[in-house]
């Protein structure tokens, strides 16, 4: 029971910690903040209760720095990095749906305004096969799950195409 609290008072101060941070980030985006000790005050007023060395350790986790141009903080390229990380952890945690790391991409090339609708029948005819595709005008991308599905749609669409031509040439 002791370790469920302690994780639980943990989680706490994990996600009071990046609310913090993102205070601190916005403080800097928004003010002119020339010396490290003005972050203090201004977290304060935030609701943070902080001390110089908290402030300190924030500074350097989030590499916000004395930018050389203005003299103030800056949030870096890494500070933004970590930012939409943490955002993308909700977006997966929230969203995802499924991974899938072995797939193979097919290009399948259609006359003009023809790409979407041969992708979804694609995806509708070969479920276990096709994950998903991206479309244009006369492009779609068709990604497969595995090696498998992708030889299985591809044997299907050579098929298919070998058909078309032998039309071609009766003609």
């Known amino acids: 029971m002791a370790q469920r609290e302690d994780r639980q008072v943990f ?3 994990s996600e009071e910690i990046k609310r913090r941070r993102a205070a601190l980030v916005e403080i800097v ?7 490290q000790e003005r972050f ?16 300190s350790r924030d500074l350097k986790v989030l590499a916000i720095d004395m930018d050389p141009k203005t003299g103030c903080y ?37 006359t003009p305004g023809m790409a979407r609708s041969t992708a979804v029948a694609l995806e509708r005819s070969y479920p276990k096969e096709v994950l998903g595709s991206i479309s244009g005008d006369d492009l779609a991308i068709i990604v497969t799950r595995d090696e498998m599905g992708h ?9 298919i195409q070998k058909r078309k031509k ?6």
């Open 11 to 13: 989680k706490k101060d």
């Open 29 to 35: 985006e928004t003010e002119d903040v020339e010396k």
């Open 40 to 55: 203090v005050p201004l977290l304060r007023s935030k609701g943070f209760e902080v001390s110089p060395s908290t402030v």
């Open 74 to 110: 800056a949030v870096s390229d890494l500070t933004m990095i970590l930012q939409w990380k943490d955002r993308l952890q909700g977006f997966l945690r929230n969203d995802l749906v499924e991974l899938a790391d072995d797939v193979r991409l097919l290009a399948v090339k259609t």
């Open 151 to 159: 030889t299985e749609v591809m044997e299907q669409l050579a098929v």
């Open 166 to 171: 032998a039309g071609q040439k009766q003609t």
